[in-house]
Every structure is written in structure tokens, then in C-alpha cells.
């Protein structure tokens, strides 16, 4: 154990040990593996190993077959349609990418949809690996969680609907967005009820639409507001932004929109539809001459005169490569309250237990 | 002339030929007048025949050719690359997007780029070419215009650098966003100044990068904030969509980025790039299906309880659909202060008048 927790492979090694005793096919349990540990280690505690707790409530029930194995179902020479079989979506998720990577790599264009999945994590991972291919990736997701109210309606219609953008540029410092395209994800909200604060004006709407600052209005009805905040703040444009996301993730790969009444509803898997884009620079340019222009402008955007002399100008990617680095060194932190969690369901579930 | 103004075959007859008596060869000014009396009719005032002022103030200097011919300088299976040869955006945007969706009718996906381009009017009238076609489209450009600093910054980096979606639904009635990755438009800003009144928070930037409501802040070296408005309102993602437009507008075509010294500096053109993107979703599923998921989501968004029973929730592209409904009927209306400034560079071009 480091200062802080185990290294990235103990960490995995972990998250793989309770997926295998689940029932999930070792193959996919360490891919599913390697994308948690991969958003813990990046500081995106939200969606790595703390959701083994929310996966470990749907054991048991069809919404989500750990023995699924994903498999490509259709394809052409741009193109591939993965049926996620009811399963987690880290699996079909990572062979998605894949598989746009290897059309873009040929023919410079790629593009993957999976339909019948489940939660897949960070988008950021997924975008990142076309990054790290020298291509430019973006991925989106449809949610199960519908809890976001579109402009001027008083009824949730949409999920935090993540969109993920990723370019090379330097070497280990791709341009690397990841948003979710509400103004704030649930978990930040929630640590403003657990500290006792209100939230900031634009965050949260009550169950009438209104504007409102309290912590707990998702909990009496009421919404998350889309990106922009009000109208005023132009949060049609997040909202449009999500529904984009849903049209791309859901409405090509053939999983339900969430408007849709059967929606998270269908006896079997959590109808979760993901997207997948890669792209190739060097169709139109030299790949170095593009990579270096990327890397100028993320140098130029670094360099801009802060506001405050204490905190530099960040480009997208940088935060989560700042933890990877301190992770990386120091381990990576589960809190203790979580790990109590966390080695219970490991003894319930007879995996063997790593993280101190 | 109808109640409101003159119809669209008149308004877009005197756009073109304003534009021909500049000298820009015939073909190209009726596909530019084409795309600017378009938004005129979908009431994007902003961006239509208002701008013949603009590039009124360009004539005669080498940043604005009007006898630019663009040309498909490289092209693949999926893939176009256009020079706009340093003259105004409209006929290589068209010209590009038309290769995407081409392309994308043969393998299903379809990427074209413009470089040495100006400006080229309202993203969403390409993006609808895509949707008019039975595919998605998604549009990007850059902008000549710096007038955003980045989230923690207190120096311009970006423009208002759009972004465009649209997919094909109920006939008629495609899902249509168009939005600047700013939380307003600068004209919006203009309106509260000429009005007298204080834009609302979250708006616009002082000069250091701080909060400010006076709508002159942008006359006196302040910036337009990225969509979120403020740090707590998650401008970050505002700020990293528009690096994201850049990045595929600017970095897949060369144009330079907004961040280069060299950024609408050369001797000659505007040096701006866009981004032209077509998806047939008949490769993942029959389109058919695909278009009544997409009316059934727009339904469905649309019925959703208003949160005030006189504003129905509205779906991206319905504002702009009832413009044109109403403009169709009584006519494209045109200022009297921006009529006469029209009229007087009519006659001096020596192009006719038909506006009244």
C-alpha cells in the first residue's frame, strides 16, 4: 500500500477479483476492470471502484447479466453495431472503441454503437484511447437514471447524458473533455447536502421547474438543470446538447430514448445505448503537423494571464492527469467508509481482499 | 412585397445580387444568397443579409476575395478536404457538406473540411442539408472574432464558435440545434446596450475576467463567457466545447487556431476553418425506425408539462421553424436603419434594388 491506498494494479486486481466472483467471464471482468481503475487513478471517483456498490444491487436481478458476453453483431467498413447482452458496458464499450479505431485506421473514419448495455464508466476513457491511437475520438451514452428537466418543462425527460471529446497533442497530454451536459453531475449536489450547503444559483430546480438552492430538491421531485442553468443561461443549449447525446447513443444503436415509456423498464438489462467516433487527422494533413497544433494550442491556452496569479489556466484533460500523477505515486485513496462497503461485498461475494 | 417585407425569392435575389456586382462569380453568389436568405427566413437576423454590411467593409482588400472560386483539393472514400480559395464561406461549406453526404450515402459516413475560408452564415443550414437527406449531420467552425477568454483567464482566446447538430425525424420537423458554445451571442449583448438595460449575471466578463452586468464590458476589454457562464456554473464546458470546435474546424483543415499569432493576420483571408460531418443511421438499423424513434423523442419533449401552460416546451430547430412559417406567409422583414445602409451599398455597387 502507498500513503494514500493500493497501486493502480492491486487496485484492479481488486475490482477484477469482485466482478470474476460475480459470475463475469474473466476476459471481461479484466477489461471492466482496467477502465475502473483507470478512472480512479484519474480522480473520477464518482464512477470507479464506488460503483461495485450500486452494480452489487442489481446482483441477481436480469437488469444486469454479469455472465454476458458482448459481441459484435453487424459491421461494415466503417461501421460496427456491438449487442452489449445485457451486461455491464465497460466490455462492450472497449471493443466499440476498438473497432472504430481499426476502421479509422483504414479507411480514416470510424464509428461503433452499442445497443442492451448497461453503466461503462468514464466516457473520457473510451475517447482517450482514440487519443492514444493518434486519432481523434468522441463517445457518448444514453442514462437509466432520468432526472434532468428540459428548458421550460416541469418533468424529467433526460440523465446527466455525458458527451466525451478527445484529440492528440503532445506526448501524455491529449486534449481529453469529458461533461456531463448537465451543469452539475448528482454527486456534487449531494456533497453540498452532506456538508450542510446550498448550492449556487442554476444548479438545481425544484419540482415545478423553479429556480431553487436547495441541496435535497432532487429528493422532493425536482431536477438537475441542463448546462447554462436558467434561460437566461441559455440552458436550451445543454439541453440540446442531451438530447444530441441521446440521439447518437440511443437513437443509432437501437436502445430506447428515455422519453420512451418502456425505458430502464424492459425485464431484461438496463437498455443503455453508447457511441463511439474515430478519427483520423492524417486524411487531411500530415498527422505530426496536426498533433503539433493541437499541442501549440493547448501550450497557448496553459500560457493565458490568469485571473487569480494562484490558479493557472487549466485545459480539458489536465485536472485528471494532475490525480493519475499523484495517484500514481501515492496510490489510490478509497474512503474508509466506502471500503467497508467495499470489503463486505468482497466477503459476501468470496473474492479475496487486497486493499488493506 | 407581403405585410412584413419581401418574400424569399425577392430577398434572396437582392442578396445575390448585391454579391455578383461585387464580383462574385454568379454560381457562387446564388449559393450564398441561397444560405443567407435562408437564415433570414428562419429568423436568424443575426447572420443573414444584415451581414452584407460586414463584408461591405472587407471589399477591396485581399482578407475577402469575392472571386474566389473554392475547390475540392483532396478527397477518399469518406473524406473531402476544400479550399475556399480566401472568399466568403457559404458556396465551400455547401460544396463540402454535399461531398459528406455523398460520401455517406455510399459508406455511410461522410467528413468533410474547409480551410482558408470567412464566414459562411448559420451553422444549422448545413447540418439541415444532412437532415433534409435522411442523415445526421454535425457542424463546426472557427472564427475570425476573438472575444472569449478561456475559464480562469483574463485574456481572449476564442470566438463564439458554433456548433451545429441535426438528425432527421417527422417530415419536416428534423431536430435542429444551433448554438454558439458561448452562453449568448454577441448581438444579444447589443440589444441590452441599446436598450439600456444590464445583461443578467453570467453573461459577460470584465477585462480582469470578472462577473460583471454592464453590456459595454466587451467594448472596453472584457470577454462573452463560455456556455455555463462561471466557474460554479461549469463554464469549463462551455470553454472545452469550443476548444473542441476548433479542433476539428481549424486542426483537421489547417486553418490556424485562434491561439496562433498568425490567427486573421495573413496577408490574405479570414483564415477560418469549418467541420462537416454526415452519419447515415441505416447502417445500425433501418431508417425508417431510426426517424419515428427521433419524431417520437421530439413528441415527447414537446408534451412535456410547461412549467407556464402559455410556453409549451420547445424542441431545437421549432423557434427557428416558426419564424419561417411566419415569414413564408408575410414576407422577410428588414430593419428601416438596416434598409437604407443596404440600399446605399446597392447603389453604390450597381446592383439593383428589390427590396422597396
Redesign the interface.
Known amino acids: 500500500m502507498g500513503e494514500w491506498g493500493a497501486d493502480f494494479d492491486t487496485h484492479k486486481t481488486q475490482i477484477a477479483g469482485i466482478l470474476t466472483a460475480w459470475g463475469m467471464p474473466a476476459e471481461n471482468a479484466e477489461k471492466t476492470a482496467e477502465v475502473m481503475a483507470w478512472t480512479d487513478l484519474h480522480g473520477i471517483d464518482s464512477h470507479g471502484i464506488s460503483m461495485l456498490t450500486v452494480y452489487h444491487r442489481h446482483l441477481g436481478n436480469r437488469r444486469l447479466r454479469m455472465e454476458a458476453t458482448p459481441a459484435i453483431q ?1 459491421e ?4 460496427a ?1 456491438i449487442d452489449g447482452d445485457g451486461g455491464l458496458g465497460h466490455a462492450p464499450a472497449q471493443m466499440a472503441m476498438a473497432a472504430a479505431i481499426g476502421k479509422a485506421s483504414t ?3 470510424g ?1 461503433a ?1 452499442v445497443r442492451n448495455s448497461a453503466h461503462f464508466g468514464a466516457c473520457g476513457f473510451y475517447a482517450n484511447m482514440a487519443a492514444e491511437a493518434g486519432l ?1 475520438g468522441m463517445v457518448t451514452t444514453s442514462a437509466s437514471l432520468i432526472q434532468v ?7 424529467a ?1 433526460f440523465g446527466t447524458d455525458p458527451l466525451a ?1 478527445a ?1 492528440p497533442g503532445a506526448p501524455g497530454r491529449p ?1 481529453l ?1 469529458d ?1 456531463a451536459t448537465t ?2 453531475a448528482a454527486g456534487r449536489i449531494r456533497n453540498k447536502a452532506n456538508e450542510g450547503l446550498d448550492c ?1 444559483p ?1 444548479w438545481v430546480l425544484s419540482k ?3 429556480p431553487s438552492t436547495d441541496p435535497l430538491e432532487t429528493q422532493k421531485g425536482g431536477y438537475l438543470t441542463s ?3 436558467s434561460p ?3 440552458s ?3 439541453y ?2 442531451s ?2 447525446v ?3 447513443a440511443a ?4 436502445a430506447t ?1 428515455p ?2 415509456p418502456q425505458h430502464a423498464k424492459k425485464p431484461q438489462g438496463m437498455d443503455i445505448g453508447h457511441f463511439f467516433l474515430a ?1 483520423d ?1 492524417g ?3 500530415p498527422v505530426e ?2 498533433r503539433a ?2 499541442a ?2 493547448c501550450e ?2 496553459s500560457a ?5 496569479p494562484g ?6 484533460g489536465d485536472p485528471e492527469r494532475r490525480h493519475a500523477a499523484e495517484r500514481s505515486a501515492k496510490g489510490i485513496p478509497v474512503a474508509p467508509g466506502l471500503k467497508a462497503k467495499l470489503r463486505e461485498i468482497a466477503q459476501e461475494s468470496g473474492a479475496a481482499w487486497h486493499l488493506g
Chains 1, 2 share one sequence.
Open positions: 453487424s461494415g467498413p466503417v461501421n453495431l479507411l480514416g473514419i464509428i454503437v481523434i428537466a428540459p428548458t421550460g418543462g416541469a418533468e425527460r471529446f484529440a486534449f473533455l461533461m451543469t452539475v449556487p442554476g415545478d421547474g423553479l448546462l447554462g442553468g437566461e443561461g441559455s436550451y443549449k445543454g440540446g446538447l438530447a444530441m441521446n440521439i447518437l437513437g443509432l444503436s437501437g430514448f422519453t420512451d478519427i487527422p486524411m487531411f494533413r503537423e496536426f497544433e493541437v501549440a494550442f497557448a491556452l493565458t494571464p490568469p485571473i487569480d490558479q493557472p489556466v487549466m485545459v480539458a
